[in-house]
């Protein structure tokens, strides 16, 4: 009879160990599954094709990655959503990283995009001398304009975040011009409006992607695998710019067909992140704008691991 008690014990521990080991196995699944979706915010522009490619192509679930991809019309409320940690990365731009990492907010660049700022006019108003030109304030507009148009014009600034709103001040006569992301610059010179261009210094865009300190600690392998396909769909887009019309004609939303083929394309480039002395640049450029001293030096807003 004790030998057939101990019996029972020992197949009773074996039973328990077996439950445990089988629970805390279900467990690391769902975890890793977790652990390998990623919530991505985008704005209406060109530098999203990367992504809506690797999306619509099916990279990221080669991988074992579920990409949910949300597109914002403003500015701030991709901010909020980052905030709020309701997405986990964003395409955003160094001076709104700047700032938000000078106030505490715990974001990273993890790589640079490369987006493409039409300046849009009524013709003639080119030739005034004072103009008032529409952009959001902390943003890639502002500091593109005061690189191109601020040794050529007398400028006052007007502040409008919403970039269907911003086109119609300008369509309606209350801006002499505005700089807008492509394609929403095409959409106001489908009616009407010139589309000047001009090119960053050095070709590098201020436009970077941007993960949240939680994501980049919780989700480093998804973020990782993020931009293993992001470079994949950015050497097919060079291959073929084609696509890049395509997918951005299919994916963002309001786009009328008559504009796809004025559409003005980057050249994409893979997964980096710019030099210290640029970033710096931009720094010292948005301390000048807000009038506040940004305690905050280039590393402090940068990841390096993903772009090596």
Known sequence: ????????????????????????????????????????????????????????????????????????????DR????????????????????????AGFD?????MTNGVFPVLLKEGTENKKNIKVGMMEVSVTNFLIDEWLGD?????????????????????????????????????????????LYQPEGDLCPDVIVFTGKALKEKEEAVKLFHKAYDKAVDELNQNPQLGRDIIMDKIPNLKPEIKDKIVLPEYTRVTIPDNQYIDKIIQWTSE??????????????????SK
Not at 107 to 111: H, N, P, S
Not at 176 to 187: I, K, N, T, V
């Open 152 to 196: 050529k014009y007398i400028i006052e600034k007007v502040y409008i975040n919403d970039i269907p709103a911003r086109l119609a001040a300008i369509g309606g006569g209350q801006l002499d011009m505005g700089l807008f992301p492509e394609p929403m610059a095409s959409m106001g010179e489908l009616n009407g409006l010139k589309k000047n």
């Open 289 to 306: 704008v807000i009038k506040k001293e940004l305690k905050i030096k280039a590393d402090d807003l940068v990841e390096r691991r993903f």
């Open 1 to 76: 009879m004790k030998r057939i008690e101990r019996n029972r014990i020992i197949m009773l521990v074996i039973l328990v160990v077996v439950t445990i080991f089988l629970a805390t196995g279900c467990g690391s699944d769902k975890s890793n599954k977790e652990d390998l979706s990623l919530n991505i915010g985008l704005m209406p522009a060109v530098d999203a094709a990367p992504i809506l490619l690797a999306e619509n192509n099916g990279y990221f679930k080669e991988l074992g990655l579920n990409v949910e991809l949300q597109i914002f019309n403003n500015a701030q």
């Open 79 to 102: 901010q909020s959503a980052l905030q709020t940690q309701t997405i986990d990365g964003a395409i955003t731009d160094l001076i709104a990283v700047a700032v938000n990492v000078d």
């Open 107 to 111: 974001i990273k660049v993890t790589t």
